[in-house]
């Protein structure tokens, strides 16, 4: 199922439900321009009084600085509605994106890297945010002051106005190719920066081996080279940005020299461009004020092109395909009762099987797996064996629906494992890798994986079934211990995975090469708990050697 939602749409969405702010922010923008606008011609008035030799008036002198003061004002308060309407549609943005993470497979996490998720939650939503305080409504309050100065302009000098229509197409047409050159450095930027946030936590997972094997300097340079794009492309657009706000000074001096030259001459040239002292103070005024904002829009345009990468990102990840309407819709009582009785099942007797499977990896040529078949029946225990990168592990994950073949099935009880609601994985599948994977919280809470429908007694049972029970009741506060490394040894955390895998009773056990990194002794206690979890269950397990433990226990052994 493809989710409809898009960035613009969820923007339309806010808007709709918040019309109150929006008619706030368009009045304070309207406001601000008007009095943006009204000190120029104030100044026009008293510096024509001061050059025709009469006094000013004190109110118009202090309804100058009033005018200044309170267009200050405004200007803050337009800045202050302009981020809470960002806010707002960023808070939004992710909670729609949050949504959208329950509604994924499994697959999805298994396929994409962390570190690209993280940075669309997280700097892409940002860039969103910054279209609103910095970029579109920004450049639309600019556009309609540049818009406003012109006219008044006209209105005061007839050559000046000529002058600015004819810059403004230029710096225009020069916008247009700095926004282009911006979007591909801003697109660079976000790819190199969701790789550079994948690599940090890969790194720290596996830095004990990083460490052994003496490749922390490749590391150092495969985390530099992406550094280093993310630089380059970020600094082409600095570069672009630095070189835009200069043209646009010399062009606005250039303008106001050519306008105070003019009106210095005599004849018809005075009577295009003439005008007294007051009105070209308010003219000087103006022309300042029309390449302010244009020299803003810039960098507006900047902050508009990074959230259009933004924007694409985001829209991607809201295309992705979800769960089947169908699974997720089904209720957990009606698939675990189907899973308990084997009520509507094709064949209940067969736990998996798989049917001319066809399986690569979409950044490979090669198939791992062509035209593969497999049956394994309900409680047989088999171990799946071969060098490394033959499919083992990949295997498992196509029995649990992390991966999906490209041609063949693979059935479940009879069922099409992706089509299991998330809710009910745990009932159908157990999964055990090499390495115990620790969540905040207590000893009881690694086994339930905080699932408020595995109960303490559950919880216990799992403990005891693997030959946990009694040491974690001696420890200071039994199941509800804080869990820590040190709290226990490598092969007890080893154990308790294989309790977090049975806790919820599942009819498959999936296991990853448990016992790869355990020495003889703790092998021994960890197959031994592996015997009494298996009981009337159907087990699949990798093994890249076998040891002698494991050929006594598995019934069957299929080579890859």
């Known amino acids: 199922m493809k989710n409809k939602s898009s960035v613009i749409r969820i923007i339309g969405e806010m808007i709709g439900k918040n019309p109150g702010l929006c008619f706030l922010l368009l009045f304070v923008i309207g406001v601000s321009i008007c009095f943006s606008l009204l000190p120029p011609l104030v100044l026009e008035r008293i510096v024509d009084t ?48 949050s949504e959208k993470l329950k509604r994924l497979p499994s697959s999805y996490y298994v396929e994409r890297e962390q570190g690209v998720t993280s940075s669309r939650f997280v700097n892409d939503v940002n860039t969103v945010e910054n279209l609103f305080t910095s970029g579109i409504i920004s450049m639309a309050a600019d556009l309609c002051k540049l818009i406003s100065i012109l006219c008044i302009v006209f209105s005061k000098s007839l050559g ?103 009106s210095a001459q005599s004849g018809t040239v005075q009577v295009f461009f003439g005008m007294t002292a007051g009105t070209a103070a308010a003219v000087i005024a103006y022309v300042s004020n029309f390449f302010g904002p244009l020299e803003s829009i810039g960098m507006e345009i900047q902050n508009i092109q990074s959230a259009v990468a933004g924007v694409q990102r985001i829209n991607e990840f809201l295309r992705e395909t979800e769960i089947k ?99 009910d994985k745990r009932k159908w599948f157990g999964y055990v890798e090499q390495q115990f994977r620790m969540i905040p919280g207590t000893v009881g809470d690694q086994v339930s994986l905080l699932d408020p429908r595995i109960r303490e007694g559950q919880i216990r049972y799992a403990l005891k079934l693997v030959g946990l029970g009694e040491i974690v009741e001696s420890l200071p506060q039994g199941i509800h211990t804080p869990c820590t490394e040190g709290l226990l040894s490598q ?18 056990l999936l296991l990853d090469e448990i016992t790869a990194n355990l020495d003889s002794e703790t092998e021994a206690m960890v197959l031994s708990a592996l015997r009494s979890a298996s009981q009337n269950r159907t087990v699949i397990s990798v093994s890249h050697r076998l040891y002698d433990g494991e050929r006594d226990h598995f019934a069957r052994m299929v080579c890859l």
């Open 50 to 97: 001061l050059t025709a030799g009469e006094e000013i008036a004190l109110s118009i002198a202090v309804a100058y600085f009033v005018m200044v003061a309170f267009s200050g004002l405004l200007d803050a308060a337009k800045e202050s509605m302009i981020t809470a309407f960002g806010q707002k549609t960023t808070h939004r943005i992710r909670s729609v994106m």
């Open 325 to 423: 309407k169908s699974s997720m819709e089904t209720k957990p009582e009606e698939s675990e009762y189907a899973l308990e009785t084997g009520c509507c099942l094709k064949d209940n007797r067969t736990a998996v099987r798989i049917s001319h499977m066809y399986f690569r990896y979409h950044n490979q040529d090669g198939d791992i797996f062509r035209d593969f078949n497999l049956t394994v029946s309900e409680g047989e225990s088999i171990i799946l064996a071969g060098r490394t990168g033959a499919g083992k592990t990949t295997l498992v994950k196509l029995v649990a629906g992390l991966y999906h073949p490209q041609q063949g099935e693979v059935q479940i009880f009879g069922k099409n494992p992706e089509s299991i609601p998330e809710e």
């Open 160 to 262: 000046l106005g000529l002058l600015l229509i004819l810059a403004t197409p230029l710096l225009f047409l020069m916008t247009r190719q700095f926004q282009k050159r911006m979007l591909k450095a801003q697109m660079e930027n976000r790819e190199a920066v969701g790789r550079t946030n994948q690599q940090i936590p890969e790194t720290l997972k596996n830095m004990r081996t990083i460490r052994v094997l003496g490749q922390e300097t490749y590391m150092l340079h495969r985390y530099g080279d992406t550094i280093e794009q993310s630089y380059r492309a970020q600094e082409r657009s600095n570069f672009y940005d630095a070189v835009y706000s200069p043209i646009v000074v010399s062009v606005s001096s250039l303008l106001i020299g050519i306008v105070m030259a003019a």
């Open 491 to 508: 092969g007890q955390f080893q154990l308790l995975s294989i309790a977090r895998a049975i806790a919820a009773d599942p009819k498959i």
